[in-house]
């Protein structure tokens, strides 16, 4: 391919058919480093090769998070109102990681997967009252909000509520969660709130509720840690409970949503991934959910600034250039996967960077999806015998996540 060939990285709409992986192929092989102007930004170096996204990613003396994760740019102020764990360097980030670090470790998970398990069992007997329903809206988008909701203390009713405030916030380039699309309409009015969206003042208002709520009356949850003071007597100042919470609910269910529906449309089109899964024992489990979280990629890139002028591969790199680690690419990468482009459930090992391997930013979550997705499947695969899909697919429009965003599907219950 040559370069008027690749896809347009920067351009949200080269990514509403799926993800372009023609481009980040030709890319890990032509042009790993790539240089690529943006419109309305100072232009980024594009991180394609799985190797140099680990070490740049672990290297956060020199390739730093604290002036963003994401391709906007922000000035000193917006920084400092917007920050939140992922815009943070160590030690500030081990510190702010540690305060709800220990709630979302293996351990700990392994102790949530009843109460997942009788959500997912939940959620799919409803859906088998119905001959067709969207696996999105029915299952996959409503079963880590509910999770989460019960682990940071909020009542059931408030999920759907919360899930869709999260959606216009880290959906903000999608007209279906949005009307104040970033990159189509004016959102100065909201520049110092997380994601540009409006939708952080609600966010905002439920979090100053909940914590008075705690102040009163002490719970055992997530929120209640986070107003605690840590191991040194420091307590989180307002803004930066507010923009904890924030990331929660904006971050705390895509990543798991999108894999579910990947992993579902890939049982869709290979129906006999049903029978595979049925006969999975624990161990054959764990490889299938890493290979799942593999294909998906839900994250497609984090951000990072060079903080000094450093050479990466011949290349020139400044500092206060922006750096672009897709790990949607690296974990196609034919040089680290063998067949990277086929699913292979017993993919062993599985050294994927869905959840952004090799740095300190390894996603808090990482655990609680890896459950959320397995014991989903299970449950599905145990009810049933067919599933077709009934309408075309829709894809999210985002150059940072992508997910299906509709998946309408008609299944026959065993």
């Not at 790539?34 to 956060?60: A, C, H, L, P, V």
């Not at 305060?99 to 398990?117: D, H």
């Amino acid at each position: 391919m040559s370069r008027a060939d690749y896809a347009d990285l920067t351009s949200h709409d080269a990514f509403v058919n799926g993800v372009p992986h023609d481009t980040f192929a030709a890319l890990r092989r032509e042009d790993p480093i790539s240089w690529w102007d943006e419109e309305d930004g100072k232009g980024f170096w594009s991180i394609t090769r799985y190797q140099d996204i680990f070490d740049i990613n672990k290297d956060y003396k020199t390739f730093s998070s604290a002036q963003g994760v994401r391709l906007e740019e922000m000035d000193e102020e917006e920084s400092e109102a917007r920050r939140s764990m992922l815009e943070t360097d160590p030690p500030e980030h081990t510190r702010l990681r540690h305060l709800v670090g220990r709630s979302f470790g293996p351990q700990v998970v392994a102790t949530y997967e009843e109460a997942i398990r009788g959500i997912a069992v939940n959620l799919l007997e409803h859906a088998a009252s119905h001959d067709e329903f969207d696996f999105v809206q029915n299952v996959s988008r409503p079963l880590p909000m509910r999770m989460l909701g019960r682990l940071l203390g909020v009542p059931d009713s408030d999920g759907q509520m919360l899930v869709e405030l999260g959606d216009m916030m880290i959906a903000n380039t999608d007209e279906d969660f949005t009307e104040h699309v970033v990159d189509q309409v004016d959102t100065e009015e909201w520049r110092l709130l997380p994601f540009r969206s409006p939708a952080a003042l609600k966010v905002f208002e439920y979090a100053e509720e909940a914590a008075h709520e705690r102040r009163e009356h002490p719970t055992e949850d997530l929120i209640n840690l986070l107003l605690s003071p840590d191991r040194h007597g420091e307590r989180l100042s307002e803004l930066e409970f507010k923009n904890f919470f924030a990331l929660m609910v904006s971050a705390g269910n895509d990543t798991t949503r999108y894999t579910m529906t990947y992993a579902m449309k890939e049982i869709i089109d290979r129906p006999d991934l049903l029978d595979e899964l049925r006969e999975l024992d624990d161990a054959g489990w764990k490889m299938a959910i890493e290979e799942f979280l593999r294909w998906a990629s839900v994250t497609m890139h984090f951000r990072r600034t060079a903080l000094r002028d450093v050479e990466v591969q011949g290349k020139q790199i400044k500092a206060g250039d922006k750096l672009l680690l897709w790990f949607v690419s690296g974990n196609r990468d034919d040089d680290k996967f063998e067949s990277p482009f086929e699913l292979n459930l017993r993919r062993d090992p599985n050294p994927h960077m869905t959840f952004g391997k090799g740095g300190p930013h390894a996603c808090l979550g990482m655990w609680l999806a890896r459950m959320e997705v397995k014991v989903m499947l299970q449950e599905f695969v145990k009810r049933a015998a067919t599933v077709e899909q009934t309408e075309p697919h829709a894809y999210l429009r985002s150059n940072f996540i992508s997910g299906i965003k509709r998946l309408p599907i008609s299944v026959e219950w065993r």
